[in-house]
Each structure stands twice: as structure tokens, then as C-alpha cells.
């Protein structure tokens, strides 16, 4: 969410621009919907610009995410109306992205009135989209595909927070760090809207989270906010995600102070200071140090070093020996050759032929698309 807050006066939009900028927030909306569609046909392995009819593949995801996206900024949106404060509608921002999409944010036209409307209108937006983002990955878990790790598959992974630990736990009966959990479109959404809250809860400056500080502490935010700018730009230094280097120059940017209500000195009442120390634990649950990390895939060890060429008479030798080419079937979950070899791949109802110099190894079917799903780290 983001805040134009002046110094000493407040200017209404002129009544033109009221007029004009619900066209506005449609059109971006429904180019964000276009992207983000295409992002999702793109991480189910679909060309939405040589195959334009699959790209309805991608609505799954897209459609998860925008909602996700929508409710969060309208709870922002609805509650400035309920206590008064001037705010225009969500901002959809689209983007060439792997998500299509670099989300959406909302304009105050007005401050606040005190301590206790500032930290509605914050916490609204991140507990509105954690509802849905919640049942989002429950429903991912349950439709997504889960392999044993071996070491060998390559790709995005996707980090974990304790939520997402826990959600796995209860849905799955394991932790994403005992088996490769690649991640249904519509669990990825629920993680991306998972991670967008926590990043919204950063308590620094105008987010979301530096709201809340400033609503529960007062004038006593601000070292709330060093701090925190201090530990972003850490893990960014260690290499826990370099995108974290990016962060902290836009907070920096930004601002670390959060601009005071009309009010500063009405402290919140007790059940605002409640649901404000509720607000902070869903951001410990749901922050991840390193959201995202590439894995390079590992070839076997007789593919990395193979075997030394044998001489031409060995060749011929062997050429003329091989009287059969072993034929791999599968039947129930296991794999039976004529030459008495096992192969490893794991899928039922196929078979396949290939010749002795061929490992079997390269001739399994494929890995899934999509992002793993990854330990806590």
C-alpha cells in the first residue's frame, strides 16, 4: 500500500480525475490479468505466443493470484472509507515477469485521523489476503506432485517459512525437506500471496507492517525500523537472496520514519494492541530469508565420467554379439528388462527400447514442470 502523505495540507482529487480513474483501475487490472495468465500457461510449459489456445492453462494461477491480490487491497480500500479516509481504488501494476504481475497498491488521499484508524487501515490488507492465501496452499498441497528427492532435478526452488512448514505437515504428512513437493499453479499463487504479506508486514517506514509499528509504539517506530531495514540489508549481504539488496534500497528510499495522523497521542485500546501482536506473528510465521534459489540439475556419475572408448575390433565384436535390444516393461511399479537389468524410472503402463550403449537413466520420462517447494532455510 502506499501512502502520499503531505506535510501540512491535503488536496482532493479534482472531480475529472475521480471521474477518469475507475477506467484506469480496470484497464490495469485486466492487463494484469492477461500477464499473470500468461505467466501461468508459461510455468505449465505452454507458449502462449505459439500455442495462443492453451493459454487458458495459465487461469488457475492467475485467477489464485488476483484474487488474492484484490481482496488484500481492498481491505486497505475498504477500511480508509469506514473510518473516513480519502483513498482511490487498487493500482494493478502488470510486468514481463515469471508471475506476470509486480502487485498492486492503493493511494491515501488523506491522513488518518489517529493512531487507531492508521493501524486498521494497515493491518486490514495483509489479514484480508492471508485468509485466502491459507486455503490457496492447502488446496495447492493437496494438487501438487511429490517425488523423492534424489539430488539430481535442477530448477526454481521455492524457500519455506514456519507456515508454510506447517501447512505442509498438516496437509501432506511431511516437511518440504524429506521429498520434492512441486507446487500445483494454484499452490504457487497461495505461497507468492503468502509471501506478499510478509513482505508487506516489514515494519519500515509506509508498509503495511511500519503502520502497525507506529500505531503500537508511537514516535518509538522509528528504531523499529532501522532495525529492520538493518537486518533486510544483512541478508542480502550474506546472500541469503539478493533480492534483499533491492529491498533495502527501496525502503531506504522510501523512507525509514513513518509521517504521524492528526492525532499521534490516542494509544490503541486493548483489543487493537492484541490483534497488532497477532499481526506481528503472522509476519514472523510467514517471512522466508531466502525466497528463491536456483538449482542446478546433477548428471550421474557414469554420465559425467564416461567409460574409454573401446578399440575398433571391440567395437566390431561387440556389435556382432548384440543380438537383441533390451525391451524395458513396467508393471505394477516395477520395471522388468530381457536382459535381467533393472531400469529406474518409476511410471506405469510405458515401455521403451534402447540400446546397450545408452543409459537407462536418460531414456525416464521427464520431471514434472513447476517450483519445488523447498526446506526452511
Known sequence: MKEEIGATSWTLPHARERQRKPWLHIVLFGITLVTTTMAGALQNGVNPFSDPYQITSGLPFALTLMTILL????????????????????????????????????????????????FDVGAAGPLAGLVLAIPAVIIGLHLSTVSIDNGMGGGITLGSSILLEFLSRLTLGLMPDEANIIMH??????????????????????????????????????????????AILTLGLIRYWDGWLIWSVLLLFMGVRHPPPLDPHTPLDLKRKLVGWFVVGVFVLTFIPAPFSIHQSKLPQEQIMPKPAKSPLETLEARASQTERPTYSILEDQVISNTGFESPCSTKGESFRFSPLETPSTLCPPQEAGFTLNKLI
Open 71 to 118: 481482496v488484500h487491497e481492498m481491505g486497505h480500500y475498504l477500511m480508509a472509507r469506514h473510518h473516513g479516509v480519502q483513498a482511490t481504488l487498487p493500482f494493478f501494476i502488470p510486468a514481463p515477469s515469471f508471475i506476470g504481475t509486480f502487485g498492486a497498491f492503493i493511494k491515501l488521499k488523506s491522513p488518518p485521523l489517529d493512531r487507531r484508524s492508521l
Open 185 to 230: 499453479p494454484i499452490g504457487f499463487a497461495g505461497w507468492i500471496g503468502l509471501f506478499i504479506t510478509a513482505l508487506n508486514l516489514i515494519p519500515v517506514g509506509q508498509l503495511d507492517g511500519g503502520h502497525v509499528a507506529y500505531a503500537l509504539f508511537g514516535q518509538r517506530h522509528i528504531w523499529i525500523s532501522r532495525l529492520s531495514l538493518v
